[in-house]
């Protein structure tokens, strides 16, 4: 099965005839898409010397005849067996340049990995996938990467505790990108929001308070705490229930509950609300939603109060709390076979009420994080280059001599999210982006719009790295081939 990659001199000569053709099936298969750029690697990984280029330039083609030849294998008639990848390849040449060695040089691109899906599968490994080898591999070798994911409803650290225990890695808070990781950034942003008063909600009202602490809010109020204050402002909760709401704390202003205001009424002395914030896949929806719309409806975010401009159709426009979601995941790859509803459908949902609460006179106005979103990639980039400088700084370098971070590849398994959202994000570093999709979550194999095609398939994110490795035209230093079991698996 493996003699496709013991390539001698004679193998390689019957291969390159192969090359045109590989070159336009690879094309085709990636819909144009032909991101190898061997002009790009040859600058980024030789020393000066001519002759070393010449020999990297020749092993860079070799390797892309190799990764197409992966491709084509089910569709190309060969003289011989080919497996994924090579076990090993015999391909290294002596280094001419002691700086060009793999783990001196300098490398220009990085990894996003999305978890849920991609790492893993509900509170699962994903069998076959050797995600906890591949990223141990890439701390080995200094490469940087981060996990960015629509997941959310922890605190980062708690997060990075689930995934150390479950992958045994090393991460930090610094790795760690939930899609709510962003709504710090809002604390001190042009609403000024620290020190007033902000509804959270989502999986568990203690635990999504507790993030927004961490982030530096002050004062954070949940639907349960106003059921408790007010229980008669949603009716469904049933008496053996409502013992759930004791533990929680008093509001910090009471209700307004006049059911009428004029021009000269003095709000002060009562709750006002200046964000709505929804962490993650909410569990209570009924509560939730009726205390978010009487927001949306309200007179300046007062709870209890009706905007006057409700009635000439001027919907959100009375100085309501903006409404903030962290990620539109329609759907989400668990433990379960088949896709599992995720905040996506609270949007979804929230957005068909407002639109029967309005008769269809408006849509609901709110403001979207996480994948795909520009705001999250940027985020994302950010944090790749922090942990990046570090690594150089701890080798050695000063900061004006780090190298450029071209190229980031971005993998996940949902294509509307982790692949569409590189394809769209123009970097303001100029940094390249490229989605790779893997099989192991949501992604079942359908046609994708042009937006969500990704650079590759592949069947894990161990299969991704390596793809990304070969494309980037580092040789000699793969992680191992996954060991088929005797299941096959």
């Known amino acids: 099965m493996h003699r496709c990659w013991n390539v001698s001199s004679h193998d390689f000569l019957y291969q390159a005839r192969f ?4 070159s336009v099936r690879w094309k085709k298969l990636n819909h144009g898409r032909y991101k190898v750029n061997p002009i790009r690697a040859l600058m980024e990984f030789s020393p000066s010397s001519s002759l070393y280029r010449l020999v990297s330039s020749l092993k860079a083609s070799i390797m892309r005849v190799l990764a197409s030849l992966s491709v084509l294998c089910s569709s190309v008639s060969l003289p011989w067996g080919v497996d994924a990848y090579p076990a090993e390849l015999d391909l290294s040449l002596p280094s001419l340049d002691s700086d060009a060695t793999p783990l001196g040089r300098p490398w220009s691109f990085g990894f996003v990995f999305d978890i849920d899906g991609v790492l893993l599968r509900g509170p699962d490994h994903i069998d076959g996938a050797l995600a906890p080898e591949t990223l141990e591999w890439l701390a080995g ?25 479950k992958l045994g890695t090393n991460l930090t808070t610094d790795n760690i990108i939930q899609s709510h990781t962003p709504f710090g950034a809002l604390v001190d942003g042009p609403e000024k929001l620290r020190n007033k008063t902000i509804l959270v909600t989502g999986s568990d009202y203690e635990t999504s308070r507790k993030i927004m602490h961490n982030y ?46 004029n021009a000269d009424t003095d709000f002060s002395p009562y709750l006002k609300i200046d964000a ?39 919907w959100q426009q009375d100085g309501q709390p903006k409404l903030y979601f962290s990620n539109a995941d329609l759907t989400w790859g668990a433990t379960w076979h088949i896709p ?6 609270t949007k979804a949902s929230l957005e068909g009420l407002w639109r029967e609460h309005t008769k269809g006179e408006a849509e609901l106005i709110s403001y979207t994080y996480g994948k795909p979103t520009e705001l999250a990639y940027q985020y994302a980039e950010r944090a790749l280059r922090n942990i990046r400088d570090k690594l150089f700084i701890q080798q050695g370098y000063t900061t004006d001599k780090i190298p450029a971070l ?31 999709l893997v099989r192991t979550g949501i992604y079942q194999d359908r046609p994708l719009p042009t937006i969500a095609v ?14 990304a490795l070969v494309n980037e035209g ?15 698996v």
């Open 19 to 22: 090359t045109s053709a590989v």
């Open 141 to 165: 070798k200094k490469i940087p990467f981060v996990m960015l994911t629509n997941g959310g409803g922890k605190t980062e650290q708690a997060r990075v505790e689930v995934l150390n225990s």
């Open 216 to 261: 530096g809010y002050q004062n954070v109020v949940t639907p349960g705490d106003i059921y408790k204050a007010e229980p008669q402002i949603f009716t469904f909760v049933k008496n053996e229930e409502k013992h759930f709401y004791d533990h929680l704390p008093p509001l910090p202003k009471p209700v307004y509950k006049n059911k009428t205001f």
């Open 276 to 314: 709505i914030f929804i962490l993650n896949d909410v569990r209570d929806w009924a509560l939730d939603f009726q205390i978010i719309s009487d927001l949306l409806i309200s007179h300046q975010g007062y709870l209890g109060t009706t905007s006057k401009k409700n009635l000439v159709g001027h």
């Open 340 to 345: 599992r509803y995720g905040q996506g459908s």
């Open 406 to 436: 071209r190229t980031v590849y971005m993998i996940g398994d949902n294509p509307e999210s982790d692949i569409a959202g590189p394809n769209m994000y123009k970097s303001e570093n100029g940094t390249d982006w490229h989605g790779i």
């Open 454 to 467: 990704p650079l590759t398939i592949e069947e894990n994110v161990h299969q991704a790295v390596r793809f």
């Open 474 to 488: 580092v040789l000699g230093v793969l992680p191992p081939r996954p060991q088929k079991t005797e299941t096959g």
